[in-house]
């Protein structure tokens, strides 16, 4: 197979992901808090993506400043990401409706089927995350237009499956909607293979963190150039009375901490100076500011580095439209090869 034919085969094989995301490459760009602001969810649509803006903890106000502010530098799609614990979701989905965004990706927990139907009443598209086949067709049952999966080698707050197990249970049994594969992506050989198991396309978060157009602190930067898949740690639960939900970030003083944290309080708890309540809430709070510490203030000791395993594949600093290219590069040239080997058997 020649690069022409190569490259017809990817468009063919992500042309349902093209056409839900109107993008040129069926690569959405991960949402990731204080680094998925306008800036970089620009310059990932700009380069032929699907920039996502992450909402996180965002005001209503503050949400739709971004998103003007997202528009004044392209006039490419891009889509926003809601968490559904955010105590003010319903003002920010009337953001999302009144600004006319054309994708919606709900995350953090099941959302509830009126957010999903109040969105798709005003024509917007909706995205939401599936941690298994059954969640996933829950999901479809309930209205929304796409599924992504996304297994723990992800950045972030991740689930127990892994992506490839993830794929192998969902994309062959559900077709309703497009599915985009998500977590330990970092080259286009990958991307390639996930489309021929059944994706529409894929998201990418942890390699577009070192963009040029990122405004992640140099250091931040630095850490993610320096480390190695292995580097990526998911957080220590000591006590199953006291649930930490898993965070993947690169191991820090502040990961030691946290662990050293969690054994303090679960002293004070079991000699009786601490209610299971407080002592909860004392494990919670203990990453209260952490990521932005790491991202905007560049403490890259005592913040918070989510990262996901694929930041080994991150070795330099790069502009997103460079990093888009070099990935579709990779997934056309696997497939010349695939192909190639087929044709002389």
Not at 76 to 101: S, W, Y
Request: charged content about 20%.
């Amino acid at each position: 197979m020649d690069r022409t034919a190569a490259e017809a085969r990817l468009n063919l094989l992500w042309q349902r992901g093209r056409d839900f995301l109107g993008a040129e490459h069926a690569i959405m760009g991960g949402a990731m808090t204080w680094v998925s602001e306008h800036n970089l969810v620009a310059a990932i649509s700009n380069g032929g993506g699907f920039g996502v803006i992450a909402c996180g903890s965002m005001p209503p106000d503050l949400l739709a400043q971004e998103i003007a502010a997202t528009r004044a530098l392209t006039a490419k799609p891009f889509g926003v990401n809601l968490i559904t614990m955010h105590p003010e979701l319903d003002a920010l989905t009337g953001v999302c409706i009144d600004q006319r965004v054309g994708h919606v990706v709900l995350a953090g927990g099941l959302p509830t089927a009126a957010v999903i139907s109040r969105l798709k009443d005003a024509g917007l598209r909706v995205m939401c995350f599936a941690p298994a086949l059954s969640f996933a067709r829950r999901l479809v049952r309930m209205g929304v237009d796409a599924v992504i999966i996304e297994g723990n080698e992800a950045g972030g707050h991740v689930g127990p499956v892994s992506t490839s197990v993830l794929a192998q249970e969902i994309l062959p049994n559900l077709h309703e909607v497009p599915v985009f594969v998500a977590g330990g992506i970092g080259r286009g050989e990958a991307i390639a293979s996930y489309l021929e198991m059944g994706a529409s396309g894929v998201q990418m978060g942890t390699c577009f963190v070192c963009a040029t157009e990122s405004v992640a602190h140099p250091r931040f930067k630095e850490a993610f150039i320096r480390a190695s898949a292995r580097d990526a740690v998911t957080s220590a639960q000591l006590d199953p009375r006291f649930p930490v939900i898993p965070v993947r970030a690169l191991a820090n003083k502040a990961t030691q901490r946290f662990a050293e944290r969690q054994q303090e309080v679960l002293d004070l708890f079991r000699q009786g100076k601490m209610d299971q309540q407080t002592a909860r809430l004392e494990i919670e709070r203990f990453w209260a500011g952490a990521l932005r510490r790491a991202v905007v203030e560049g403490d890259v000791e005592n913040g918070s580095l989510m990262a996901g395993q694929s930041v080994g594949m991150v070795t330099k600093e790069q502009p997103c439209a460079a990093i888009l290219q070099e990935l579709v590069g990779q997934a056309v040239a696997v497939l010349m090869t695939r192909y190639r080997s087929k044709a002389a058997e």
